[in-house]
């Protein structure tokens, strides 16, 4: 028996659904008005999806995923993470692999730096699979969700770098983002993780000839005067011109003569200067920005996650790209 699968109590023919296996061969069961139940594992028999689809009966949405609705959303193509409500305060947890590609995929929960592994499965393509429950009323302290994923198929096909996602929810984002998600064909929470990667990957990149070169022309450049060109740019159009997208916080990048600052006010100038390029990000509408923090030891990320969990302007934040900048950097994304 495992966490989501529906069972009947044996001994009181009431059904539910395992919320969470507990110690003493004990399970908790979850039934029809929400309330929470410790029963002993031998007084519970699980219900098979052939009871269910020969009586009719309500049944468990991960024992149908052998069947899945390959018609439905076909469109959204992609390995997305769903949040489904089992009732008022359950969300059912899946990973959803609408791919043509199989996928190894892992998922776990970082806690305080603490990571701890929930789920690990190969995902065949056009397949969903459950993960576990979350409670909506401890939406605010739920732990950021890592989920990894390497993209495979036995037949020839363009190989996709493997994918490492850090995801912190947001309640205005998480809970604008409700549709109906591919192959379970309900309504859900739904999330794409392979986004950037998708967009990486359709990007072509032709490779230009060389450019001969003129020995006159070389020459002509070489004696033609130095003169710095401006541009005229009226002062509203000044005002609208973006941030960059990535942000250096790194100490002696802020600070000229960082020999001269005492190391106890260095940590609070990168925390003004973070906070200075996220306000003139926001104010200036831009769609996402990159912090360059470096790993060191995890104080500076560990602040600016903290400050960014807590404005409400955030759609989501995670590791940026993990090939470019390992640990040490966080992408914002902005409302």
Request: without cysteine.
């Amino acid at each position: 028996m495992n966490i989501g699968d529906r069972v009947r109590v044996i001994s009181d023919k009431m059904e539910g659904i395992i919320v969470r296996l507990l110690k003493n061969d004990l399970v908790e069961i979850e039934i029809e008005d929400g309330f929470k139940l410790p029963i002993m594992r031998s007084d519970l028999a699980k219900i098979a999806k052939e009871e269910a689809m020969a009586f009719g009966e309500r049944f468990s949405l991960d024992e149908v995923k052998s069947t899945p609705n390959l018609t439905s959303n076909y469109a959204s193509s992609g390995f997305f993470i769903a949040f489904l409500p089992f009732n008022d305060h359950l969300l059912s947890v899946y990973l959803i692999n609408n791919t043509d590609v199989d996928i190894l995929s892992t998922l776990g929960e970082l806690r305080e730096g603490i990571y701890r592994g929930l789920f690990t499965k190969h995902l065949t393509a056009r397949s969903v699979e459950k993960v576990y429950e979350l409670s909506l009323k401890n939406f605010e302290s739920w732990a950021a969700m890592i989920v990894q994923a390497i993209f495979h198929r036995t037949t020839v096909f363009v190989p996709r770098e493997p994918l490492i996602r850090k995801m912190k929810f947001q309640a205005g984002a998480f809970f604008k983002s409700k549709q109906k998600a591919p192959i379970l064909d309900k309504e859900a929470f739904v999330f794409q993780i392979d986004t950037d990667m998708m967009v990486r990957q359709e990007i072509k990149i032709e490779e230009k000839p060389e450019a001969k070169l003129d020995a006159a022309q070389l020459k002509a450049k070489m004696f033609e005067p130095n003169e710095k060109q401006t541009e005229f740019v009226p002062s509203k159009l000044k005002q609208t011109i973006r941030p960059s997208l990535e942000v250096d916080l790194h100490a002696e990048k802020l600070i000229k003569d960082l020999a001269k600052v005492d190391k106890n006010q260095i940590l609070g100038l990168q925390i003004a200067e973070f906070e200075r390029k996220l306000d003139q990000a926001i104010l200036e509408d831009a769609d996402q920005i990159i912090f360059i923090h470096g790993v060191g030891n995890g104080v500076l990320r560990n602040e600016i996650q903290k400050i960014l969990s807590k404005n409400g302007k955030i759609q989501f934040f995670q590791d940026a790209q993990k090939e470019k900048f390992g640990y040490g950097a966080t992408l914002v994304k902005l409302k």
